[in-house]
């Protein structure tokens, strides 16, 4: 079940009253930076991941032209 508008304004005031504002707006701002350094930190494991994968094609790549290079000689 949803609370209805009138509900959650009240809701709202009493987190205010107890927490106030400062404390509020710092705690809002903790939680943004730190979402941000998750996906920063996701996206430089999926980037990681990509080169790593590149790195490892070419590897193989240049050890086939190697073998292919051996058996014609």
Known sequence: MMPS???LLI????VVLLFGTKKLR????D???SIKGFKKAM?????KKDSD?????ENTDSS???TNNNKKE
């Open 53 to 57: 994968n590149s790195q490892k094609i």
């Open 5 to 7: 508008l009138p509900q």
């Open 31 to 33: 939680l943004g930076e």
């Open 64 to 66: 086939d032209s190697n």
């Open 11 to 14: 809701l709202i005031a009493v």
């Open 43 to 47: 996206s430089d494991d999926d980037g």
């Open 26 to 29: 710092s705690l809002g701002s």
